[in-house]
């Protein structure tokens, strides 16, 4: 179960390419790709420079204007699905 006061940080094996609306991570090492759509890429775009899952959900209730319980489950949602495609590593606080 994820945590905002849990680091993460990108893997290094990861190319990042914009496919002309859609987001595509690819993992070099599995070879399996990952889409995003626009609020998936302002996910994606948070946590890479984050420190912790708190930042990029900070800034992401920054930018948008929405209920923050709900902001919390789809952000922590996509995260669960980074990790388990193993594009970032998640650490304990």
């Not at 496919?19 to 995003?36: A, D, R, T």
């Not at 949602?77 to 594009?87: G, K």
Request: glycine share 4%.
């Amino acid at each position: 179960m994820l945590i905002l006061t849990q680091k993460v940080a990108v893997k290094k094996d990861i190319l990042v390419q914009d496919m002309g609306g859609e987001l595509v991570l690819l993992n070099l090492e599995s070879e399996e790709y990952f889409g995003l759509d626009d609020v998936g890429n302002a996910m994606w775009s948070c946590l890479k420079d984050a420190d912790s899952l708190q930042t990029a959900y900070d800034r992401l209730l920054d930018r948008y204007d929405v209920n923050p319980e709900e902001l919390k489950q789809d952000f922590l949602n996509l995260v669960a699905q980074f990790v388990e495609h193993e594009l970032v590593e998640i650490t304990p606080a």
